[in-house]
T-cell receptor
Framework: GENVEQHPSTLSVQEGDSAVIKCTYS??????FPWYKQELGKRPQLIID?????GEKKDQRIAVTLNKTAKHFSLHITETQPEDSAVYFC????????????????FGTGTQLKVEL | DAGVIQSPRHEVTEMGQEVTLRCKPI?????LFWYRQTMMRGLELLIY????????DSGMPEDRFSAKMPNASFSTLKIQPSEPRDSAVYFC??????????????FGQGTRLTVV
């Protein structure tokens, strides 16, 4: 099955700085890489995702990059704000139609991001 | 759509009691997932269904856990008998796979289970 590793486990930045969270995956056939944000006491919610046919995707202050050769993808948050403080999870599914993995996701262990004033 | 709906939001029960968690997925979604979240183990996939059929239950901890999906709009996760180590937040999520393309998994608000 898919194995997803995420680093760092905690990250503290000053407001306005950038934050980068990295993940690696094991299944070379994986083709979908979402990032979820979970605020304290709330549900995980998708903030951005990328498919294997592109190397980068950006949405305002957040971006995700994908390196399929190295099997890693990263979340970049620029101009961080206090409301960005949360736990961030990367995820990946078993790859492709042929594996029959369907839509299930293996999540990384999470990164606790703290944006300090 | 109101999103994925889980009940109850909180459950406190005594060790040995049966616990039933409920989930209503988003209408039209063909995948339903049950996840367990703890500080120690993070988000773990317990079981998932495709078109109401259980596909992979390899994440279910032991025989005390069972899940059903009798129709497209309802699923249950049952723990019998419950133990203190089952204390966690249980999330249900649903998604739609179209033409072999994975799409966003939407999570319910979770059930916080405490077994004393």
């Amino acid at each position: 099955g898919e194995n997803v590793e995420q680093h760092p486990s905690t990250l503290s930045v000053q407001e306005g700085d950038s934050a980068v969270i990295k993940c690696t995956y094991s299944d070379s056939a994986s083709n979908y890489f979402p990032w979820y944000k979970q605020e304290l006491g709330k549900r995980p919610q998708l903030i951005i995702d990328i498919r294997s046919n592109v190397g980068e995707k950006k949405d305002q202050r957040i971006a995700v990059t994908l390196n399929k050769t190295a099997k890693h993808f990263s979340l970049h948050i620029t101009e961080t704000q206090p409301e960005d403080s949360a736990v961030y999870f990367c995820a990946a599914p078993p790859g492709g139609i042929l594996t029959g993995g369907g839509n299930k996701l293996t999540f990384g262990t999470g990164t606790q991001l703290k944006v300090e004033l | 759509d109101a999103g994925v709906i889980q009940s109850p939001r909180h459950e406190v029960t005594e060790m040995g009691q049966e616990v039933t968690l409920r989930c209503k997925p988003i209408s039209g979604h063909d995948y339903l997932f049950w996840y367990r979240q703890t500080m120690m183990r993070g988000l773990e996939l317990l079981i998932y269904f495709n078109n109401n059929v259980p596909i992979d239950d390899s994440g279910m901890p032991e025989d005390r856990f069972s899940a059903k999906m009798p129709n497209a709009s309802f699923s249950t996760l049952k723990i019998q008998p419950s133990e203190p180590r089952d204390s966690a937040v249980y999330f249900c999520a649903s998604s739609l796979r179209q033409g072999g393309i994975n799409t966003e998994a939407f999570f319910g608000q979770g059930t916080r289970l405490t077994v004393v």
